[in-house]
């Protein structure tokens, strides 16, 4: 059983930054491709960024590329995402997951075996 539990969320204003924590359980979150992926109210959950397992590889979704940082210490079994410049629509419940096959090239949801329960992110206007 593989335990992923998010923190950081919070209420921030639009241009604000927040930094989100995804603490990871086992022994082999060093060979997982980790994930953020974040759920708006009444929409699909959508893929943030991903990160390969030694952290040499990074993918990005188009609408947080150049604002988002995704980073991880393998021996602190912990992911991060830096968001900076956020914005209002960033508003959403950001998910960590993990995929113990390393595909961090996929985007999609069903690529990740494993998730946290979530950290809720609301940026005002």
């Known amino acids: 059983q593989v335990q992923l539990v998010e923190s950081g969320g919070g209420l921030v204003q639009a241009g604000g930054s927040l930094r989100l924590s995804c603490a990871a359980s086992g022994r082999t979150f060093s060979s997982s491709a980790m994930g953020w992926f974040r759920q708006a109210a009444g929409k699909e959950r959508e893929f943030v960024a991903a990160?390969?397992?030694?952290?040499?590889?990074?993918y990005y979704a188009d609408s947080v590329k150049g604002r988002f940082t995704i980073s991880r210490d393998n021996a602190k079994n912990t992911v991060f995402l830096q968001m900076n410049s956020l914005k209002s629509e960033d508003t959403a419940v950001y998910y960590c997951a993990a995929d113990p096959r390393n595909r961090y090239y996929y985007t999609g949801a069903s690529g990740y075996a494993y998730w946290g329960q979530g950290t809720q992110v609301t940026v005002s206007s």
């Open positions: 990160i390969s397992s030694g952290g040499g590889s990074v």
